[in-house]
């Protein structure tokens, strides 16, 4: 059964701390990325990357770095963590189709998501 | 470049019918549909990947207006086990993948 694996379910941090956020998958899946999830906002992007060392600015970067050393590894980074940064993380991968990279047959799998709460 | 959905929620009774709009103001190459219910990880439902494209999975269907930039859920004859929040999904040029604002669906006896 193919996993996306966040490694915290729940974290509490407090303000200015350096906080991790793991993600790992099985499915040698090319495509990673990370989102915020916030009542009435849905998902918001923050970053992805299609490849080892690569990542691309999403929506909501600001606050935000990512790390992408290993292909099956992305980790969500917060610098400087605020109270504004409460919220559920969420994490997916995806196949990169070189095929056809623009038709959209690629489905994402998720992680079960952390809930950080910085106080 | 989120997509914008509506309604934000609803309830039904089991049985009744509900119609979840999602609209972008990019071109769409795709729309995904997702649920995630309480606490667990979205899924997957199903994916449009051409203009005017209906697709169905049970009673839950879907179709995709490309030149309006537009999708539709269609839930049919609505279960319990429907309840949950629906998400779609728009693939954007250099691999970019975005969801919508999210629509959350509470099905009661």
């Known amino acids: 059964d193919v996993k996306v694996t966040q490694s915290s379910r729940y974290l509490v941090k407090r303000t200015g701390e350096k906080v991790f956020l793991e993600c790992v998958q099985d499915m040698d899946h090319e495509n990673m990325f990370w989102y915020r999830q916030d009542p009435g906002l849905g998902l918001r992007l923050i970053y992805f990357?299609?490849?080892?060392?690569?990542?691309e600015k999403g929506d909501i970067p600001e606050g935000y770095s990512v790390s992408r050393e290993k292909k099956e590894r992305f980790s969500l980074i917060l610098e400087s963590a605020s109270t504004n940064q409460t919220s559920m993380y969420l994490c997916?991968?995806?196949?990169?189709?070189?095929?056809?990279?623009?038709?959209?047959?690629?489905?994402?799998?998720f992680g079960a998501g952390s809930r950080l709460t910085v106080l | 470049q989120q997509p914008v959905q509506s309604p934000q929620a609803v309830i039904l009774r089991e049985g009744e019918d509900a119609v979840i709009n999602c609209s972008s103001s990019k071109a769409l190459y795709s729309v995904h549909w997702y649920r995630q219910k309480h606490g667990e990880a979205p899924i997957f439902l199903m994916i449009l990947l051409k203009g005017g494209e209906q697709k169905g999975h049970d009673k839950i269907s879907a179709s995709f207006n490309e030149k309006k930039q537009q999708s539709s859920l269609y839930l049919t004859a609505s279960q319990l086990s429907y309840s949950g929040t629906y998400f779609c999904g728009t693939e954007a040029a250099g691999n970019q993948f975005y969801f919508g604002t999210g629509t959350s669906l509470t099905v009661i006896p």
């Open positions: 990357s299609y490849d080892v060392k690569m990542k």
């Open positions: 997916a991968s995806s196949l990169l189709d070189r095929e056809s990279p623009f038709s959209g047959a690629n489905v994402l799998t």
